[in-house]
């Protein structure tokens, strides 16, 4: 940083509002409308905090964005160009350094709320572009949503150059609102090139020592830290703050010796507060080396890049075809059910690959990869071949991920080293160049060496790397499988983190898994640290829990005897009838060997699946059996249907059509059209799900290009239901010629009929019956 | 604040239907895993103040709906509450590949929410109930005021949407009052109420009108 910081503690200044929501005759106003009609007030609060030794003063321009700001009489630029003078007529020629502060929209971001993160990259921008030249760096404060000050962050460092401050707020769980830890936003605001990251308003300053000490432990940068004076009191409309000034500032020489750099206050606190604060600027300010390894994040999970971690490998399109027409028909809870099934099965983080013939990589990939971290906390390994994927999946990445991959070549280094500085994420380094892949160790680790030296260059330390050692198949060329071997042992001779995607080493030759095995083993003993394998092959898994058990890598063997603790025996069977009617999951795969060697698929659905539904249907109905056990029963039957699908595809004529399925816009609420996926699934039904808060546009398509069954739409609540009507209406003025059935907590028979709906499904079942007389 | 598990369970299981029936094993674990999942990701908080306390009256407290209030409000506290974000993630995720737990997960969450907060109306405002806009017939509008006069987006995260949605979704808003039943009457989904049907209303008293019990019941077979 910048000049700006020195080598001793600094003083920030403190808060603003609460001077001002103490004032009668001002509080009834926007804040920031206060530069233009009180001036003279907003000049004396920031003198005051220049007068108490305030190093850094902050602009009354907390909401001034366009979005923030759009109801106000005055113009975004008059308010801005108020607050910065009035600022800067405060600092007048002391050393006193004038900040741009920026906060939160104050609307919620995808995918929760409305609003997209280039239109609020975009608010962003339009403050920066118009201030860049005015102020002497900004501070983001007060944000609670890591998402939305990644989007603030990059309106910044794209549009200026400024020094950049940028703090986050933390309730007493110590997390974000939206879950962030304190290391993850360390974490993320650094890998972004925030000059200053930290901690402002959340809670009591004695709160707040130990996020400081958590941040600490993942950024060498310097720290800003603005606590609140204590928990806030709402009494007789207005707020107070219950702590002294005097055990605020005893605090705060607590989180200095935490690893606080630049100390301030925020809510409740006044030019008092900072006065007494001002003793500690003679304190050296202490450095703190960088942290060694490194680390990757999601937006709620971080990981340590190191040996014993899993990379799944199933996100990836290459020889699935039910993969590739998910992503062709952009049916993206197919990949959020594939990540899932990962995490579940141990992975610690995914690799992300959307490569398939005739789409658009790009958009593809940045959807992918925002449509799984709606659902999965684990990070990502954003994978493809096209720097242009890469970088605009990197912008909406939420955290820090790793990229798959880079390599020696010279054209590939200069596209990408470039995307991993500006976004601080790691990368799996492929020991291959435009020459193609060295058939020696010594040529894979001179291209090592080559993309530590490029990536150096461009400041990225080379514990960011993971180095692939590369396998190919030992059915072309024995020596190979050696080859990887040697690689391995030398790369972790040169001190970096190792990968192989292990399958190619079987390539042709039978019993592909045992070779798998043996070689992940191999691998491991030779200094594999992290493979990217199929995480639901249950043998490799065993395997790598026992080689990290053995290896020393599994302290205490603690997952290891986890993994092979006894779980509960459940009740089993044999009979596929019983199997469904009792929704035993885990019996499924016995039932299934079993009545595969006595009937043919038709049999078994017409005798076996069907027959235990309609006797599910029938005990719900009277209330012998509940949801959860109906839910079930339809999950296992569901599988039965895709095992025999997938066994008999030519055989089978079962399927019963296609059902398009969406909860409507505005509405979230999705639990009860996933019911209805399910129940639908489990009688032969194939569905495509739009998911939920569905543009009216959205199913209109999803019917101009399937032609389905029926629609079906759900609604939870009372005020989405206009937007239900908007699309059953657009159906009909289209003359859509499927049915249209509508369901959903406030949805009745009359609803339904008003809004011209085909008919009214009060429940799953319900909606069986009528598909099952169309 | 301590929630009976017992309680909390039972709340859970009449909001899966359970309240007469043996649970089944695979349901009973069900239960267990979510209130572990409870644990581990829900962070409850609420805040609240006395409307006596408010500068002025909130002005969606004039409109008809609430006329029967007059008189009553002295005592009444403006309150929010939520469990965040973490459950309703997991939520969610549990929906993609574990219906069943899902629903479970649901119910328990909701029944939790329902239970602290019932918990902290019997120690602060003892015989009072939280009525929360929206329902009865009242308009949900009045959930913005709620919030707004509360600062409740800075002070517990919960946003409401332009659809009226609060976010998380687990939240709950309104106002805190004794001494008063609210009429299911004008509800619109008086006609499918869960609560309704087992003689109880969604804030958690008894159904103020056996009628509409009754009728409520009588809806639920017709449909």
């Given at each position: 940083m910048p000049d700006l910081i020195s080598k001793k503690v600094q003083l920030f200044d403190g808060a603003m509002g609460t001077i001002l929501t103490a004032d009668p005759e001002v509080n009834s106003f926007l804040p920031e409308e206060l530069n233009l009609l009180f001036p003279e007030k907003i000049l004396a609060i920031h003198r005051a905090y220049v007068e108490a030794g305030a190093q850094y003063i902050t602009t009354n321009s907390f909401s001034a964005n366009p979005i923030k700001l759009?109801?106000?009489?005055?113009s975004l630029q008059e308010v801005l160009d108020a607050a910065i003078e009035l600022a800067r007529r405060a600092a007048g020629e002391s050393s006193c350094k004038v900040m741009l502060n920026i906060g939160p929209t104050g609307k919620l971001l995808e995918p929760l709320g409305e609003l997209g993160f280039e239109e609020t990259y975009e608010n962003y921008k339009t403050v920066v572009e118009y201030t860049k030249d005015k102020v002497d760096g900004y501070v983001l404060e007060t944000f609670s949503d890591l998402y939305e000050i990644r989007a603030a962050i990059l309106a910044v460092k794209e549009n200026s150059t400024l020094p950049l401050m940028a703090t986050m707020t933390f309730d007493t769980s110590g997390r974000t609102l939206t879950g962030s830890s304190p290391e993850i936003v360390a974490l993320t605001l650094s890998a972004l090139g925030v000059d200053v990251p930290g901690i402002n308003c959340s809670t009591s300053p004695e709160h707040l020592i130990p996020l400081v000490k958590r941040m600490r432990a993942i950024t060498h940068l310097p720290l800003l830290v603005q606590p609140n004076k204590g928990f806030p009191i709402l009494c007789q409309g207005s707020v107070s703050y219950a702590m002294s000034d005097e055990d605020f500032v005893y605090y705060t020489g607590k989180l200095i010796e935490a690893g606080a750099s630049i100390v301030g206050g925020c809510c409740g606190t006044t030019p008092d507060t900072i006065a007494l604060m001002a003793k500690y600027k003679s304190l050296p300010l202490k450095e703190y080396a960088p942290v060694a390894g490194h680390y990757i994040c999601s937006s709620t999970r971080l990981l340590k890049l190191q040996q014993g971690l899993v990379c799944g490998e199933r996100l990836n399109p290459t020889g699935k075809k039910k993969l590739q027409q998910a992503l062709l028909n952009s049916d993206f809870g197919y990949l959020q059910q594939e990540a899932l099934s990962q995490q579940e099965a141990g992975a610690h983080f995914l690799d992300l690959n959307v490569g398939i013939p005739n789409a658009d990589e790009v958009d593809l990939l940045c959807r992918a990869t925002k449509k799984i971290q709606e659902v999965c906390d684990l990070p990502l390994q954003l994978d493809s071949s096209n720097p242009a994927a890469i970088g605009a999946a990197l912008r909406v990445y939420n955290g820090v991920p790793v990229i798959n991959s880079i390599n020696g070549s010279g054209p590939v280094l200069k596209a990408l080293l470039p995307l991993l500085a500006k976004y601080g994420a790691s990368a799996v380094a492929l020991t291959l160049d435009e020459q193609g892949i060295p058939e020696t160790v010594e040529g894979r680790l001179r291209i090592a060496k080559r993309i530590i030296a490029r990536a150096a260059a461009k400041g990225i330390n080379k514990n960011r790397l993971i180095f692939d050692a590369l396998v190919m198949a030992v059915s072309s060329n024995q020596h190979y499988g050696q080859l990887t071997l040697d690689t391995l042992r030398s790369l972790k001779k040169m001190g970096v983190l190792t990968t192989i995607g292990l399958s190619n080493v079987s390539f042709g030759l039978p019993n592909r898994p045992l070779l798998n095995r043996s070689f992940l083993l191999m691998a491991l003993t030779s200094g594999l640290d992290i493979p990217i394998l199929n995480p639901l092959d249950e043998e490799n898994m065993q395997s790598l829990k026992a080689f990290n058990a053995l290896s020393g890598a599994d302290p205490a063997c603690e997952n290891y005897i986890s993994y092979h603790s006894p779980s509960p025996v459940h009740e089993q069977s044999d009979s596929l009838y019983q199997v469904v009617l009792s929704g035993l999951k885990d019996s499924l795969p016995l039932a299934m060997d079993k009545i595969l060697k006595e009937k043919e698929p038709q049999q078994i659905i017409d005798e076996d699946l069907i027959p235990a539904l309609n006797e599910v249907g029938q005990r719900f109905e009277k209330k012998h059996v509940f949801l959860p056990q109906l839910i079930r029963s339809a999950e296992v039957a569901r599988q039965a249907f895709q095992q025999l699908g997938e066994l008999y595809v030519q055989k089978t004529d079962k399927t019963q059509g296609l059902v398009v399925l969406a909860t409507v816009k505005g509405d979230i609420h999705d639990i009860g059209k996933n019911i209805v996926k399910v129940v639908l699934e489990s009688h032969g039904y194939r569905v495509l799900d739009l998911g939920k808060n569905v543009d009216t546009e959205k199913v209109l398509e999803a019917y101009r290009t399937h032609r389905p069954l029926a629609i079906g739409l759900s609604a939870l609540m009372t005020t989405t239901v206009p937007s239900m009507s908007q699309t059953v209406e657009a159906l009909k003025e289209m003359s859509a010629e499927c049915p249209v059935i509508v369901g959903g907590a406030v949805i009745t028979e009359s609803l339904a009929r008003e809004m011209g709906a085909d008919y009214y499904a009060a429940d799953a079942l319900t909606a069986i019956r009528i598909l099952e007389e169309l | 604040m301590c929630v009976p598990v017992s309680l909390l369970r039972n709340n859970a299981l009449t909001y899966l239907g359970y309240s007469d029936s043996d649970l089944d094993e695979q349901t009973q674990e069900a239960l267990h895993s979510a209130l572990t999942h409870i644990a581990e990701w829900s962070a409850y908080k609420q805040i609240y103040t006395r409307?006596?306390?408010?500068?002025e009256a909130p002005a969606f407290l004039q409109q008809e709906s609430y006329v029967g209030l007059q008189g009553k409000l002295d005592t009444a506290l403006l309150f929010a509450a939520t469990l965040g974000l973490g459950i309703d993630r997991r939520i969610q995720s549990l929906s993609l590949n574990r219906l069943s737990e899902a629903v479970v997960l649901n119910a328990v969450a909701n029944a939790y929410l329902e239970t602290r907060v019932e918990l902290f109306i019997g120690e602060t405002l003892p015989g009072g109930v939280l009525f929360c806009p929206g329902y009865a017939g009242t308009s949900p509008e009045g959930n913005r005021s709620v919030l707004k006069l509360l600062n409740a987006q800075k002070h517990l995260g919960i946003y409401l949407k332009d659809s009226g949605l609060m976010i998380p979704e687990k939240s709950m808003a309104g106002i805190v009052v004794a001494g008063y039943s609210f009429s299911c009457r004008a509800c619109s989904i008086r006609s499918k109420c869960d609560h309704l049907r087992q003689g109880k209303t969604c804030y958690g008293k008894p159904a103020p009108h056996r009628e509409e019990s009754r009728n409520a019941k009588a809806d639920n077979i017709k449909a």
């Open positions: 759009n109801s106000s009489r005055f | 409307l006596k306390d408010l500068p």
